[in-house]
């Protein structure tokens, strides 16, 4: 096999309100599995997805899990810091954490970092 050689590493924020299964989607993808336990999430959580892209490349998603209870928080813009991309859940079971999916969008806009911070970043 040949060894990988190209290594790409991405940091991507997985928000929305209390609840919603942050945390379960991201079990599902990285561990494949599903508890249906809850445990809130205190501040931030990681997880990485190592994917093989293909022979010679390896794509690594840093997945920031971030607690719900946090969005009004002064923190988000710490951990929103260069971030290449987000996903926003709701719980389709309530409609209240659907409507806030524009709140949660309006505070990405306001916190992200400018695009050319990103571009300066080294991994
Ligand atoms: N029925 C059902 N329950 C789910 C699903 N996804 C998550 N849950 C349950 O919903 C609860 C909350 O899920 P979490 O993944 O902890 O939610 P979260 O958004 O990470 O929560 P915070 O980090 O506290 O904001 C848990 O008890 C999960 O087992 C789903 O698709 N269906």
Redesign the pocket.
């Given at each position: 096999m040949q060894v990988p050689h190209k290594e790409h590493l991405y940091k991507l924020l997985v928000i929305?309100?209390?609840?919603?299964?942050?945390?379960?989607?991201i079990k599902r993808y990285v561990h494949q599995n599903?508890?249906?336990?809850?445990?809130?999430?205190i501040g931030v959580d990681f997880a990485l997805k190592v994917l093989h892209w293909d022979p010679e490349t390896v794509v690594r998603l840093q997945l920031w899990?971030i607690?719900?209870?946090e969005r009004f928080g002064n923190m988000t813009r710490v951990y929103y810091r260069e971030a290449m991309g987000a996903f926003i859940?709701f719980d389709v079971t309530r409609p209240a954490t659907f409507e806030a999916v524009a709140k949660w969008k309006n505070d990405l806009d306001s916190k992200l970092s400018l695009p050319n911070e990103i571009h300066h970043h080294k991994h």
């Open positions: 929305g309100d209390l609840g919603v299964g942050k945390t379960s989607i599903f508890s249906s336990h809850y445990r809130a999430t899990d607690a719900g209870q859940v």
